[in-house]
């Protein structure tokens, strides 16, 4: 039997060690990348000339179905039931105001039987092909209470059009040629899990300045994306969707909005 104390073990040259270290530091690398967070992700304070597009009281400034669309609560709430259903997707739309370059703020609650949405930088249908009078195309802040990736609140929709899910939750990316490519990771779901308020109110942050928009929720930065597609929009309506199919509600409140540079 050998014995194994008496054994020289052959010493660690410094390439070893390099290739040690330098596979401790991609893990690590990769470790944050799939869970970013700090000061960097936070959500900027708010922009000087913030002012409030919902008065709390009723939907003055506002255009919707009124079946579907009222103030409870001091809090925009809208609801489709089997007795008052959503004729196709229909939205209630801000008219005193767009969205060029702009920072938006608002909180949201809602069911899980449907999603809603928040439009911004879209346009109102109104060549005769809409199913209601309160039809909006454009990008899209997906609407959801649900906490598994992806089909969650804060990804980007080109509702209406045909690209689909521009950019996904806990993505940095860039539109290019025709798809997403991503740049970055900035949460996994157990972040997202651990961030979203389920069955709760969650506050949301829009923020777009040229091609570039970034989506926060709960004061943390969930989406960062880059559209260089020749569709991409730089201003138009904002608006709050309402799903058809299943019956659901949505609620929102304290919105404001400011023009930014």
Known sequence: MTNLALVRR???????????????CLAGA??????????????PAEPAGMKRIFNGTDLAGWDGDPRLW???DGV???ETSAEKEARGNTFLIWKDGGTRNFDLRLSFRCNATNNSGIQYRSWRVDDGT????????GYQHEIRNETTLP?????????GGKRGRICSVGEKAVWRDGRAQTLEHLLDERAFRELFRLDDWNDVVIRAEGNRIRHYLNGRLVLDC???DPAARHDGLLALQLHSGKPMWVEYRDVRIADLP
């Open 76 to 78: 925009i709430h809208g």
């Open 30 to 43: 990769l470790g944050a990348a799939a869970c970013r967070g700090g000061e960097a992700d936070a959500s």
């Open 226 to 228: 880059t559209d260089e």
């Open 130 to 137: 809409q199913t209601n009078p309160w039809v909006v195309r």
């Open 70 to 72: 009222t103030v409870r």
């Open 10 to 24: 052959p010493p660690v040259t410094r390439p070893l060690r390099a290739l040690c270290l330098a596979t401790a």
């Open 151 to 159: 089909s969650v609140a804060g990804f980007i929709y080109d509702e």
